[in-house]
Protein backbone atom coordinates (compact mmCIF):
# COMPACT_ATOMS: atom_id res chain seq x y z
CA UNK A 1 0.00 0.00 0.00
CA UNK A 2 1.50 3.54 -0.99
CA UNK A 3 2.31 6.24 1.18
CA UNK A 4 -0.80 8.57 -0.03
CA UNK A 5 -3.26 5.67 0.16
CA UNK A 6 -2.32 4.87 3.45
CA UNK A 7 -2.49 8.61 4.86
CA UNK A 8 -5.95 9.01 2.78
CA UNK A 9 -7.83 6.19 4.57
CA UNK A 10 -6.11 7.55 8.33
CA UNK A 11 -7.88 10.50 7.81
CA UNK A 12 -10.97 9.71 6.57
CA UNK A 13 -10.86 7.22 9.47
CA UNK A 14 -10.24 10.08 11.70
CA UNK A 15 -12.14 12.56 10.66
CA UNK A 16 -15.63 10.35 9.81
CA UNK A 17 -15.50 10.29 13.89
CA UNK A 18 -16.08 13.95 14.26
CA UNK A 19 -19.16 13.58 11.78
CA UNK A 20 -22.29 12.85 13.84
CA UNK A 21 -25.27 10.77 12.06
CA UNK A 22 -27.95 13.77 12.40
CA UNK A 23 -25.22 15.86 9.84
CA UNK A 24 -25.88 13.44 7.34
CA UNK A 25 -29.07 12.70 4.98
CA UNK A 26 -30.89 9.29 5.83
CA UNK A 27 -30.78 7.51 2.45
CA UNK A 28 -28.15 9.65 0.16
CA UNK A 29 -24.83 8.35 -0.04
CA UNK A 30 -22.54 11.67 0.88
CA UNK A 31 -19.09 12.07 0.88
CA UNK A 32 -17.07 10.21 3.84
CA UNK A 33 -15.29 13.04 4.65
CA UNK A 34 -14.46 16.20 2.14
CA UNK A 35 -15.52 16.46 -1.33
CA UNK A 36 -17.68 13.81 -3.57
CA UNK A 37 -18.34 14.33 -7.04
CA UNK A 38 -18.85 11.53 -9.85
CA UNK A 39 -20.45 7.95 -8.90
CA UNK A 40 -17.53 5.33 -9.83
CA UNK A 41 -17.56 1.40 -10.21
CA UNK A 42 -21.46 0.89 -9.41
CA UNK A 43 -21.49 -2.30 -9.57
CA UNK A 44 -22.73 -5.97 -7.86
CA UNK A 45 -19.82 -8.11 -6.07
CA UNK A 46 -19.83 -10.86 -3.81
CA UNK A 47 -23.42 -10.36 -3.17
CA UNK A 48 -23.24 -6.49 -2.18
CA UNK A 49 -23.59 -3.15 -3.88
CA UNK A 50 -20.54 -1.30 -4.49
CA UNK A 51 -20.04 2.28 -5.03
CA UNK A 52 -16.96 3.93 -5.78
CA UNK A 53 -17.12 7.90 -6.11
CA UNK A 54 -14.81 10.85 -6.83
CA UNK A 55 -13.06 12.25 -3.73
CA UNK A 56 -11.09 14.84 -2.04
CA UNK A 57 -10.56 13.46 1.83
CA UNK A 58 -9.12 16.57 2.76
CA UNK A 59 -11.27 19.06 1.64
CA UNK A 60 -15.08 19.77 0.96
CA UNK A 61 -13.48 21.49 -2.46
CA UNK A 62 -12.58 19.64 -5.39
CA UNK A 63 -8.94 18.63 -5.18
CA UNK A 64 -6.55 15.80 -6.25
CA UNK A 65 -9.01 13.10 -7.21
CA UNK A 66 -9.06 9.74 -4.69
CA UNK A 67 -11.78 7.12 -5.24
CA UNK A 68 -13.91 6.47 -2.26
CA UNK A 69 -15.68 3.30 -1.71
CA UNK A 70 -18.96 2.45 -0.03
CA UNK A 71 -21.00 -0.69 0.25
CA UNK A 72 -25.01 -1.68 0.83
CA UNK A 73 -27.29 -4.63 0.56
CA UNK A 74 -30.19 -2.63 -0.32
CA UNK A 75 -29.03 0.34 -2.25
CA UNK A 76 -30.32 2.45 0.63
CA UNK A 77 -28.65 1.84 3.65
CA UNK A 78 -24.67 2.83 3.21
CA UNK A 79 -21.75 1.14 4.64
CA UNK A 80 -18.19 3.25 4.13
CA UNK A 81 -15.30 1.00 3.04
CA UNK A 82 -11.51 2.54 3.33
CA UNK A 83 -10.21 4.63 0.22
CA UNK A 84 -10.06 2.43 -2.79
CA UNK A 85 -7.63 4.31 -4.83
CA UNK A 86 -4.90 7.59 -4.44
CA UNK A 87 -3.14 9.54 -6.79
CA UNK A 88 0.48 7.86 -6.40
CA UNK A 89 1.98 6.44 -9.72
CA UNK A 90 3.26 9.10 -12.16
CA UNK A 91 0.41 8.04 -14.46
CA UNK A 92 -2.33 9.34 -12.27
CA UNK A 93 0.14 11.79 -9.88
CA UNK A 94 -2.87 14.30 -10.18
CA UNK A 95 -5.94 12.36 -10.14
CA UNK A 96 -7.54 8.67 -10.17
CA UNK A 97 -10.93 9.84 -12.17
CA UNK A 98 -13.83 8.42 -13.34
CA UNK A 99 -14.32 4.47 -14.54
CA UNK A 100 -16.02 1.42 -13.92
CA UNK A 101 -15.59 -2.32 -12.78
CA UNK A 102 -16.29 -5.96 -13.33
CA UNK A 103 -15.67 -9.10 -12.23
CA UNK A 104 -13.14 -11.00 -13.34
CA UNK A 105 -13.53 -15.13 -14.40
CA UNK A 106 -11.36 -15.91 -11.54
CA UNK A 107 -13.34 -14.13 -8.90
CA UNK A 108 -11.36 -10.71 -8.60
CA UNK A 109 -13.32 -6.87 -8.91
CA UNK A 110 -11.49 -4.98 -11.91
CA UNK A 111 -11.25 -0.95 -11.49
CA UNK A 112 -10.97 0.70 -15.07
CA UNK A 113 -10.05 4.22 -14.28
CA UNK A 114 -8.67 7.26 -16.10
CA UNK A 115 -5.38 8.42 -14.84
CA UNK A 116 -4.49 12.34 -15.04
CA UNK A 117 -1.15 14.18 -14.62
CA UNK A 118 -0.85 17.79 -15.89
CA UNK A 119 1.70 18.44 -18.59
CA UNK A 120 2.23 21.61 -20.30
CA UNK A 121 1.49 21.16 -24.05
CA UNK A 122 3.41 22.39 -26.92
CA UNK A 123 1.68 26.24 -26.81
CA UNK A 124 2.96 25.92 -23.17
CA UNK A 125 -0.62 25.93 -21.60
CA UNK A 126 -1.41 23.44 -18.83
CA UNK A 127 -3.19 20.70 -19.92
CA UNK A 128 -4.88 17.59 -18.17
CA UNK A 129 -2.73 14.46 -19.96
CA UNK A 130 -5.56 11.55 -19.52
CA UNK A 131 -4.47 8.04 -19.65
CA UNK A 132 -6.27 4.41 -19.19
CA UNK A 133 -5.74 2.34 -16.08
CA UNK A 134 -6.32 -0.65 -14.05
CA UNK A 135 -6.81 -2.16 -10.60
CA UNK A 136 -7.48 -5.33 -9.38
CA UNK A 137 -8.72 -6.43 -5.75
CA UNK A 138 -10.95 -8.19 -3.50
CA UNK A 139 -13.67 -5.90 -3.09
CA UNK A 140 -12.13 -3.87 -0.11
CA UNK A 141 -8.41 -3.66 -1.10
CA UNK A 142 -7.06 -2.87 -4.44
CA UNK A 143 -3.32 -3.02 -6.38
CA UNK A 144 -2.58 -1.07 -9.60
CA UNK A 145 -1.88 -3.25 -12.85
CA UNK A 146 2.25 -3.10 -13.01
CA UNK A 147 2.02 -2.38 -16.66
CA UNK A 148 -0.32 0.93 -16.51
CA UNK A 149 -1.29 2.79 -18.42
CA UNK A 150 -3.03 0.55 -20.49
CA UNK A 151 -4.77 3.16 -23.08
CA UNK A 152 -2.72 6.17 -23.44
CA UNK A 153 -2.69 8.97 -26.46
CA UNK A 154 -1.10 6.05 -28.92
CA UNK A 155 -4.34 4.35 -28.51
CA UNK A 156 -7.18 7.16 -29.74
CA UNK A 157 -7.98 7.48 -33.49
CA UNK A 158 -7.04 10.79 -35.62
CA UNK A 159 -8.06 13.93 -33.86
CA UNK A 160 -8.73 12.51 -30.63
CA UNK A 161 -7.29 14.73 -27.85
CA UNK A 162 -4.94 12.89 -24.88
CA UNK A 163 -6.52 15.87 -22.60
CA UNK A 164 -10.09 15.04 -22.73
CA UNK A 165 -9.93 10.75 -23.01
CA UNK A 166 -11.86 9.67 -19.83
CA UNK A 167 -14.62 7.68 -17.69
CA UNK A 168 -14.55 3.98 -19.12
CA UNK A 169 -17.57 2.28 -19.12
CA UNK A 170 -16.97 -1.59 -19.29
CA UNK A 171 -19.21 -4.61 -19.91
CA UNK A 172 -18.39 -8.41 -21.19
CA UNK A 173 -20.09 -9.42 -24.36
CA UNK A 174 -22.11 -13.01 -24.95
CA UNK A 175 -19.01 -14.62 -26.71
CA UNK A 176 -16.69 -13.78 -23.20
CA UNK A 177 -14.78 -10.90 -25.10
CA UNK A 178 -15.31 -7.48 -23.48
CA UNK A 179 -15.92 -3.96 -24.58
CA UNK A 180 -15.41 -0.64 -23.06
CA UNK A 181 -16.87 3.19 -24.16
CA UNK A 182 -14.70 6.07 -23.25
CA UNK A 183 -15.50 9.61 -23.53
CA UNK A 184 -13.04 11.56 -25.68
CA UNK A 185 -12.76 15.27 -27.16
CA UNK A 186 -12.13 15.63 -30.71
CA UNK A 187 -11.59 18.70 -33.12
CA UNK A 188 -14.35 20.36 -34.71
CA UNK A 189 -16.83 17.15 -33.64
CA UNK A 190 -16.91 18.28 -29.59
CA UNK A 191 -17.25 14.53 -27.79
CA UNK A 192 -17.51 11.08 -29.15
CA UNK A 193 -18.21 8.04 -27.60
CA UNK A 194 -14.92 5.66 -28.12
CA UNK A 195 -15.27 1.65 -28.83
CA UNK A 196 -11.94 -0.33 -27.50
CA UNK A 197 -11.71 -4.49 -27.64
CA UNK A 198 -10.26 -7.38 -25.36
CA UNK A 199 -10.31 -10.54 -25.07
CA UNK A 200 -8.95 -10.43 -21.62
CA UNK A 201 -10.31 -7.03 -20.16
CA UNK A 202 -6.87 -6.50 -19.42
CA UNK A 203 -5.58 -5.67 -23.31
CA UNK A 204 -7.35 -3.40 -25.31
CA UNK A 205 -7.11 -2.11 -28.91
CA UNK A 206 -9.38 0.76 -30.20
CA UNK A 207 -12.21 -0.26 -32.52
CA UNK A 208 -14.15 2.51 -33.93
CA UNK A 209 -16.40 5.76 -32.61
CA UNK A 210 -19.95 4.50 -31.64
CA UNK A 211 -20.95 8.36 -31.78
CA UNK A 212 -20.23 11.75 -32.08
CA UNK A 213 -21.67 14.67 -30.90
CA UNK A 214 -20.84 17.48 -33.94
CA UNK A 215 -22.62 19.97 -31.26
CA UNK A 216 -25.83 18.87 -31.36
CA UNK A 217 -25.75 18.43 -27.08
CA UNK A 218 -23.17 20.65 -25.54
CA UNK A 219 -19.49 20.54 -26.13
CA UNK A 220 -17.99 17.61 -24.42
CA UNK A 221 -19.44 14.47 -23.61
CA UNK A 222 -18.35 12.74 -20.40
CA UNK A 223 -19.31 9.75 -18.16
CA UNK A 224 -20.80 7.47 -20.86
CA UNK A 225 -22.91 4.37 -20.18
CA UNK A 226 -24.71 1.79 -22.35
CA UNK A 227 -26.80 -1.04 -22.15
CA UNK A 228 -30.20 -3.00 -23.39
CA UNK A 229 -33.48 -1.99 -21.82
CA UNK A 230 -36.75 -3.25 -22.64
CA UNK A 231 -35.34 -4.15 -26.24
CA UNK A 232 -34.29 -0.71 -26.44
CA UNK A 233 -30.20 0.15 -26.70
CA UNK A 234 -30.04 3.24 -24.02
CA UNK A 235 -26.89 5.86 -24.37
CA UNK A 236 -26.45 7.76 -21.18
CA UNK A 237 -23.71 10.67 -21.22
CA UNK A 238 -23.19 13.87 -19.56
CA UNK A 239 -23.03 17.01 -21.67
CA UNK A 240 -20.94 20.49 -21.22
CA UNK A 241 -21.94 24.01 -22.10
CA UNK A 242 -25.64 22.61 -23.36
CA UNK A 243 -28.11 24.99 -24.86
CA UNK A 244 -31.56 25.08 -24.61
CA UNK A 245 -33.44 23.42 -27.43
CA UNK A 246 -36.85 23.61 -26.87
CA UNK A 247 -37.98 22.51 -23.59
CA UNK A 248 -34.89 20.24 -23.45
CA UNK A 249 -31.26 20.64 -22.53
CA UNK A 250 -31.94 23.84 -20.23
CA UNK A 251 -29.62 22.20 -17.38
CA UNK A 252 -25.84 23.60 -18.87
CA UNK A 253 -24.19 20.69 -17.83
CA UNK A 254 -26.16 18.04 -17.51
CA UNK A 255 -27.18 14.14 -18.69
CA UNK A 256 -28.75 13.08 -22.16
CA UNK A 257 -29.93 9.60 -23.10
CA UNK A 258 -30.37 8.47 -26.53
CA UNK A 259 -32.54 5.34 -27.73
CA UNK A 260 -31.90 3.38 -30.80
CA UNK A 261 -31.03 0.03 -32.29
CA UNK A 262 -27.72 -1.74 -31.63
CA UNK A 263 -25.94 -4.27 -33.95
CA UNK A 264 -23.81 -6.64 -31.94
CA UNK A 265 -22.52 -8.01 -34.76
CA UNK A 266 -21.20 -4.98 -37.01
CA UNK A 267 -21.51 -3.29 -33.01
CA UNK A 268 -23.05 -0.32 -34.51
CA UNK A 269 -25.20 2.00 -32.79
CA UNK A 270 -28.71 4.02 -35.17
CA UNK A 271 -29.46 6.88 -32.87
CA UNK A 272 -33.43 7.32 -33.34
CA UNK A 273 -34.21 9.56 -30.22
CA UNK A 274 -32.72 11.75 -27.31
CA UNK A 275 -33.64 13.80 -24.15
CA UNK A 276 -32.91 15.31 -20.79
CA UNK A 277 -32.18 12.65 -18.21
CA UNK A 278 -33.42 14.42 -15.28
CA UNK A 279 -34.88 18.00 -15.82
CA UNK A 280 -33.43 19.53 -13.04
CA UNK A 281 -30.08 20.68 -12.08
CA UNK A 282 -28.78 18.80 -9.51
CA UNK A 283 -28.48 15.75 -11.39
CA UNK A 284 -24.56 14.26 -13.23
CA UNK A 285 -22.60 11.30 -14.59
CA UNK A 286 -24.76 8.74 -13.34
CA UNK A 287 -24.22 4.93 -13.75
CA UNK A 288 -26.13 2.04 -14.15
CA UNK A 289 -26.23 -1.67 -12.61
CA UNK A 290 -28.55 -4.77 -13.85
CA UNK A 291 -29.32 -5.91 -10.13
CA UNK A 292 -28.92 -9.69 -9.64
CA UNK A 293 -32.91 -9.98 -10.17
CA UNK A 294 -32.72 -7.97 -13.72
CA UNK A 295 -33.78 -4.65 -12.86
CA UNK A 296 -31.48 -2.04 -14.31
CA UNK A 297 -30.77 0.55 -11.64
CA UNK A 298 -29.28 3.97 -11.76
CA UNK A 299 -27.85 6.60 -9.20
CA UNK A 300 -25.74 9.82 -10.14
CA UNK A 301 -24.17 12.89 -8.54
CA UNK A 302 -26.83 14.82 -6.88
CA UNK A 303 -25.31 18.04 -8.12
CA UNK A 304 -23.82 19.45 -11.50
CA UNK A 305 -20.76 22.11 -12.17
CA UNK A 306 -22.74 25.40 -12.29
CA UNK A 307 -23.95 25.46 -8.67
CA UNK A 308 -20.96 23.10 -6.63
CA UNK A 309 -19.41 26.53 -5.22
CA UNK A 310 -22.27 27.74 -3.88
CA UNK A 311 -21.63 26.47 0.29
CA UNK A 312 -19.61 28.02 2.90
CA UNK A 313 -16.26 27.12 3.85
CA UNK A 314 -16.38 25.37 7.40
CA UNK A 315 -18.44 22.13 5.89
CA UNK A 316 -17.09 18.62 7.03
CA UNK A 317 -18.30 17.06 3.89
CA UNK A 318 -19.63 18.43 0.16
CA UNK A 319 -21.59 15.52 -2.32
CA UNK A 320 -24.22 12.83 -1.83
CA UNK A 321 -25.66 10.80 -4.88
CA UNK A 322 -29.24 10.73 -6.01
CA UNK A 323 -31.38 8.22 -4.51
CA UNK A 324 -31.16 4.78 -7.09
CA UNK A 325 -34.32 4.77 -9.62
CA UNK A 326 -35.37 1.72 -11.64
CA UNK A 327 -35.40 2.41 -15.34
CA UNK A 328 -38.12 1.73 -18.25
CA UNK A 329 -39.24 2.64 -21.35
CA UNK A 330 -42.56 3.30 -21.96
CA UNK A 331 -44.11 4.84 -24.97
CA UNK A 332 -40.22 5.55 -26.52
CA UNK A 333 -39.64 7.35 -23.57
CA UNK A 334 -36.87 6.59 -20.70
CA UNK A 335 -39.00 6.53 -17.30
CA UNK A 336 -37.72 6.58 -13.87
CA UNK A 337 -39.29 5.40 -10.61
CA UNK A 338 -37.78 5.10 -7.09
CA UNK A 339 -36.58 1.70 -5.91
CA UNK A 340 -39.04 -1.03 -4.75
CA UNK A 341 -36.41 -1.71 -1.70
CA UNK A 342 -37.96 1.86 -0.57
CA UNK A 343 -41.19 -0.38 0.26
CA UNK A 344 -39.58 -2.32 3.24
CA UNK A 345 -39.38 1.02 4.58
CA UNK A 346 -43.11 2.29 4.69
CA UNK A 347 -44.51 2.27 8.04
CA UNK A 348 -48.98 2.88 8.55
CA UNK A 349 -50.05 5.33 5.79
CA UNK A 350 -50.94 8.28 6.98
CA UNK A 351 -53.54 10.50 4.63
CA UNK A 352 -54.47 14.27 5.54
CA UNK A 353 -56.45 16.31 2.55
CA UNK A 354 -56.64 19.54 1.90
CA UNK A 355 -54.19 21.15 4.66
CA UNK A 356 -52.75 24.11 3.44
CA UNK A 357 -48.80 24.43 4.09
CA UNK A 358 -46.87 27.71 4.15
CA UNK A 359 -43.86 29.30 6.46
CA UNK A 360 -46.43 28.33 9.52
CA UNK A 361 -45.21 25.45 12.05
CA UNK A 362 -48.04 23.17 11.57
CA UNK A 363 -48.79 19.84 13.90
CA UNK A 364 -50.26 16.61 11.91
CA UNK A 365 -50.66 13.58 14.39
CA UNK A 366 -49.49 10.36 12.91
CA UNK A 367 -46.34 12.17 11.08
CA UNK A 368 -43.64 12.92 13.11
CA UNK A 369 -39.52 11.91 12.41
CA UNK A 370 -36.86 12.99 10.02
CA UNK A 371 -37.67 11.43 6.97
CA UNK A 372 -41.10 10.78 4.99
CA UNK A 373 -41.87 10.09 2.00
CA UNK A 374 -44.75 12.26 0.45
CA UNK A 375 -47.00 11.88 -2.65
CA UNK A 376 -48.99 15.52 -4.06
CA UNK A 377 -52.46 15.00 -5.93
Known amino acids: MSK ?30 GWMNDPNGFSV ?3 MYHMFYQFHPYD ?6 HWGHAVSKDLLHWEYLPTALAPDEDYDKDGCYSGNAITLPDGRQMLMYTGMSYETDENGERKELQVQALAFGDGRDYEKYEHNPILTEADLPEGGSPYAFRDPKLWQCKDGTYRALIANDVKGCGGQMLMYRSDD ?3 WEYSHALVKNHYRIGMMWECPDFFELDGRHVLLGSAQDMLPDGLEYHNGNGTFY ?24 DFYAPQTILTPDGRRVMMGWMQNWDTCNLRTESIPWYGQMSLPRELFIRDGLLCQRPVREFDA ?11 RVDNTEITLPGIDGSACQGHQS
Request: proline content about 3%; cysteine-free; charged content about 30%.
Open 4 to 33: ALQEAREYELEREAQISVDERPAFHLSARV
Open 45 to 47: YND
Open 60 to 65: SHWGPM
Open 345 to 355: LHGKETTYKDI
Open 258 to 281: AIGTYDESTEQFVWESDHTVDYGI
Open 201 to 203: AIH
